[in-house]
Structures are given as C-alpha cells and as structure tokens.
C-alpha cells in the first residue's frame, strides 16, 4: 500500500483548506495564482491579459522586470526590458508565465515568525525548477518552462503546510526525524492527509492543468522504466530535480559521489544525464537562483542549502548578493523630444500643471515628474528596439506603446482603437486596466455623424484632454454611447493618422474630473509615443 495516501480523504482536505482560507492572505493568493492559470489557459488575448495582470500588481511588475533584465534571462540582443509586453516578446508567454507564479509564490510565503525556514525551503523549491529547466532537453521535454513549474510544484503541500500549519509540520519534521517515517506516512497522521495529497488539493482549485498536478505524485521507489509519454517525463523530472535537493542537505560530503551516483542511476531511462554533466548543470542552477535570490532579497550565503547545493556543483561558496549588471531602465543620453504644449481646440482644453502630491491615484504609486519622464522614456526604448526587429508582430508593439503609457502616467484605462475600414468604424482592439475587456467592447462608433470629441480629435488629428465630461463647455460633445458605457469623467485621446487618414485612436482616462494632468514634458514623450505607433503601423502596411 503506497505511503502517499493517494487522493485525499475530501473531509481532511475540506477542513485543511477552510483553515487556509480563513488566514486573510490565502484567499489572494489563490486569486493571483487563479488568474494567471485562466489565462495561460485561454486561447483570447493570452498575451494582454496576462501582462494586464502582472501591471495590477506594482511590486510584481517591478520585480518580474528586474529578472527580465538580468543575465538569467536576458537574451542576445534583447535590449533593455522596461514593459510587460516586451518581456512577453523576448522572453515568451510561458516564460513570464513561471516567473510571475515564483514571484506570486514567493511573495505570500514569507514576512512570518519562521520566515527563514521558509526561505529555505522556498530556495530548495526554486532550485530543483532551475535544474528541471537545465535537464528538460535530456528527458526529452520539449516546454522548459512547463518541466520548471512541474518541479517546483513537487512539494508545494510541504511547503503551504509549513507555512499555514507551522506547529504541525513541526510536529511531522521531529516524528520524521525521530521514528525513522515517511514525511508521507507522518503528515497523514498528523494533518488527516498526506502533503501530497494536500498539494494536488490546491493546485487543482488553483486552476493548474492536469499534467502538471500529476507531477506533483511520488514516483515508486527503484529505478524508473524510461517514459513513455510527456507527462511521464515531466513527473521523471520533477521526482529526480527534487530528489537530488533533498539528498544534498543530508548527505556527507563523503558519501556524495556515492549518492549522485545511485541518484542517475534510478533515472538514467528516464532522464539519461551522467554524475559530470549533473554537476555542470547544478553550477549554472545556482548561478541562475543567484539572480532570482537578488530580486527577492533572499541572501543565499545565509542558506545552508544554497551553501551545500554550491559544494556540490564545484563552487567554492554559495553565490553572493552583489548586484547583477542590469540594464538601465532610464536611458542617459537618450535623444531630446520636442517640447510640446497641447494645443487648445473648439473643445478649448489645455494642460494644466502637474501636482503628484494632489488627487486619488486608484492605488497607483504617486511618482515624480522625473520617474514618470524615466518610464515613458524607457518605454520608447522598448518600442525603438523592437521596431528594427521584423518578426515582432504589430501588436506587441502596439502593447508596448499602450503599457508605457499606461504606466507612466498612472491611467486607470488606456484603449487602443482601429479603424474597420469596411464599416468606416473606429473599433477597439485591446487596453490595460480593470475589467478592460468590457471597455474594449463599448468603443465601437462610426467615422461619421456630428462631430462629438473624438470625431473631431480624428478629423483634426488634435490631442483632446478632456478634463470633466460634464463641463457646460464640452458636456453636449461627448457621445451618447460614451456617457452608456464609461464610467471615466476625465480622458484623454491620442489620434493615429497615417498618410493624413485617421486609422486609430489611442484613449486614457482616470475616474474622477481633474484627475488628468499632463505637463509638457510628459506631454512630449506621450506624444512620441503615439509617433512610434504610426510608424509601426506605417512599416506594416
């Protein structure tokens, strides 16, 4: 009879998970992580929600941007990363993807009484889905990104239960320790349901598709036949990346060269790699955690783990906490744009001043004029270098543009409309902000007809801020459709003329009247952005 317990008993696992769900972080957690699975699993507009995701959260997108830039991830000829959208080009979905759920991950698992030891065991969790991503070529797994998350959910019930359930996995660590049990065996008997049985539990009300919860269960003892399908190699891989993390702190350095050995010798069917290149690979996953470790502020010469982990791969100590060679956000020398002021209209708008002190900013980091200039001026990095790169789709480009902006200023929505030529029809295509999709769908109006605010803004290629829907100057030149179906009493549009022809639209908004602002320097970089669209749209036609 397997240790496991296979399945959970559904009254333990209940009871388990209603005690999680009363710990007030739990519930966003698994909102977070939910969210990112429905996406990854949706064949819509994967790429815009998902970055429309990560930018909901400011602390997740500054650190996913830091991992972007440094050498783990950094390809040749990358350039600087600066905004969701670009990383999702250079890096690919799947890879975004994994580093958002370790940072999800990480980030709710910590700042608690026994914070180090979850370090810890977040460090070992990290590391075996370094080395699952080295190995995945060699067990003949095609998704890198897929082998990294399958191993880094191998023990994810341990470490929600230390983490949840502290002085019961304490209780499970000494009864292991001392009795000479299964951690299987103990936490059954402790908890009413076995570690893994927890994991799959939650993964599964996570959203986490089905191959990669299968990863998750122990693999029998002896050595393995080698796999005959991909989830077969995915659990082969996630059970020996594993296995190695929990030799490495337990066995003497004596005993090492013994240990690897038996270790690829249970896998060498299924994951056919030698003692000499394992230890090749463990070097470059350290080398890799290093770089995470740094983002997190995780210092791995504190990790007795990391420490060990080092020994074994052939260094001489666990990898310091040096800062890594990034590239820099704000470009110094960068070239300077031209000054502009926005140019009053029949509608008789202006720019009013900037005060960053003042206003609602809905849960938006407050920034100085200076830091909104950096990110704009990061973000037309981010769309030169990918408008020399042919292969980068339209869109993406168009993402940039819309998340620099989006960013920088602070918008609550920013929508990028396309003119359907056939219906003579401006059409949204897509945006990021709360609930965008929605917003997406209510602009849908025609080319024609009396010329309310945005007419005239495409028909006079004018930049319109409108600063309150219903100031008796302008309230009768906003549309019908617009007061139905937005709630924004402020925003701001930026038409796309091609060859002097109007093909789209760029609109932001905030929701309270006044809460737009735009001096002229940010005025400026706005507007070279909108220039960076045209041009984009120029070189595809």
């Known amino acids: ?29 698994s909102e977070a992580i939910g969210d990112i699975n429905r996406i990854a699993s949706s064949d819509r507009e994967g790429v ?5 995701n990560i930018l909901k959260d400011f602390a997740l997108t500054n650190k996913l941007l830091k991992l972007a830039n440094v050498a783990f991830y950094n390809q040749v000829g990358g350039g600087s990363i600066s905004t969701i959208s670009r990383a999702v080009v250079i890096l690919g979905f799947d890879a975004v993807r994994s580093i958002a759920l370790s940072l999800i991950l990480f980030d709710n698992l910590e700042n608690k009484e026994h914070a180090q030891q979850l370090k810890e065991e977040f460090v070992k969790v990290l590391y075996a889905g370094m080395l ?17 998350i399958g191993a880094m959910l191998h023990n994810l019930g341990r470490m929600l239960a230390m983490f949840y359930f502290p002085e019961e996995s304490a209780l499970i660590r000494r ?73 490495i702190l337990d066995t003497p350095d004596a005993d090492r060269g013994k240990v690897l050995a038996r270790l690829t010798a249970r896998f060498s069917d299924s994951v056919p790699v030698t003692v000499e290149q394992l230890t090749g690979l463990m070097e470059k996953s350290m080398q890799d955690i290093a770089q995470f470790a740094l983002v997190v502020n995780v210092n791995l010469k504190h990790s007795a783990f990391a420490k060990q982990a080092s020994k074994w791969a052939g260094m001489a100590s666990a990898p310091g906490t040096s800062p890594a060679q990034v590239h820099a956000n704000a470009q110094q020398g960068a070239e300077p744009y031209a000054m502009a002021a926005l140019d009053a209209n029949v509608l008789h708008e202006h720019a009013p001043i ?10 938006k980091p407050q920034r100085t004029p200076e830091e909104i200039q950096s990110i704009l001026t990061s973000g037309l990095q981010d769309v030169s270098n990918s408008l020399i790169d042919d292969a980068i789709p339209i869109n993406d480009i168009l993402r940039m543009i819309l998340e620099a902006m989006y960013t920088g200023m602070g918008f609550a929505h920013v929508v990028l409309c396309i003119k359907d030529g056939r219906q003579n029809r401006m059409c949204g295509k897509f945006g990021f902000g709360d609930d965008v999709q929605g917003l997406v ?21 004018a930049d319109i801020l409108i600063t309150d829907i219903d100031d008796p100057k302008i309230a009768t030149r906003i549309p019908a459709w617009y007061r139905q179906h937005v709630p924004a009493r402020t925003f701001v549009l930026f038409p796309v003329l091609v060859k002097g022809k ?13 809460d737009i602002t735009i001096p002229e320097k940010e005025l400026s970089l706005l507007k070279s952005l909108r220039n960076q669209a045209v041009l984009a749209i120029r070189q595809s036609l």
């Open 1 to 29: 009879m397997p240790e496991s317990g296979g399945e959970a008993k559904p009254n333990a696992l209940d009871i388990l998970l209603r005690r999680m769900r009363a710990v007030g972080d739990f519930p966003a957690l």
């Open 48 to 52: 815009n929600e998902l970055s429309n």
């Open 132 to 148: 699952a991503r080295e190995m995945a070529g060699k067990a003949q797994v095609k998704d890198v990104e897929e082998a990294f």
């Open 175 to 247: 009864r292991v320790e001392a009795e000479g049990l299964s951690d299987a065996r103990v936490s059954t008997d402790v908890l009413g349901v076995s570690f893994e049985s927890l994991g799959i539990g939650i993964a599964r009300s996570w959203g986490f598709p089905d191959q990669l919860v299968q990863t998750m269960k122990k693999l029998p003892e002896g050595k393995l036949r080698k796999s005959a399908s991909n989830v077969d190699r995915l659990c082969a891989l996630a059970e020996f990346s594993n296995a190695l993390c929990e030799v």
């Open 354 to 363: 900037l005060d960053v002190e003042s206003g609602e900013d809905g849960g």
């Open 441 to 461: 769908r209510a602009f849908d109006f025609p080319m024609t007809g009396q010329p309310d605010v945005f007419l005239v803004a495409l028909q006079n290629n």
């Open 502 to 514: 109007p093909i789209g639209l760029i609109y932001a908004d905030r929701p309270q009247p006044g």
